[in-house]
């Protein structure tokens, strides 16, 4: 199965956009960071990354919470939310460097005004010595 949207940029804003009203946020987070489902947005995926397993994932349901949405969803919906996913779990640099550690606020971060777009990860600035991004320090 290929993806008759990928890399089309508004198909990601429309996925995003579906990824909000049918409440995918509600187990996944917004921009698929993961809460009670699996998060989407660190390029690991239980059941395969590919576009067709993301697609058959929203098609058929997963077990332990996934709902089927392929009785429910048309083809073209379920494709840009599959644009969408995979937007998100594009990784922002060489490496995704550490999150959870002393050490992540000198890595890079997502400015707030960028975190609820449908490319957050395209727009990581540096942070240095917990300055702002740019800022110098003497």
């Known amino acids: 199965m290929k993806n008759p949207?990928?890399?089309n940029s508004e198909a990601i804003q429309r996925g995003m956009n579906y990824f909000a009203t049918f409440n995918c946020v509600g187990c996944h987070a917004p921009n698929g960071g993961?809460?009670?489902?699996?998060a989407l947005s660190n390029s690991f995926f239980i059941y395969g990354g590919a576009d067709a397993n993301i697609y058959m994932s929203i098609y058929q349901g997963r077990p332990n919470g996934m709902p089927s949405w392929g009785a429910m969803l048309p083809e073209?919906?379920?494709w840009d939310l599959v644009?969408?996913?995979?937007?998100?779990?594009?990784?922002p640099a060489k490496s995704w460097g550490k999150t959870a550690s002393h050490d992540a606020w000198r890595i890079e971060q997502t400015p707030?005004?960028?975190?609820?777009?449908?490319t957050p990860w395209s727009q990581t600035e540096n942070f240095s010595a917990g300055q702002k991004p740019n800022e110098k320090h003497p």
């Open 5 to 7: 949207v990928a890399n």
């Open 112 to 118: 707030a005004e960028f975190s609820q777009t449908s």
């Open 76 to 78: 073209n919906i379920i």
């Open 83 to 91: 644009a969408y996913v995979q937007s998100i779990s594009k990784e």
């Open 34 to 38: 993961g809460g009670m489902g699996p």
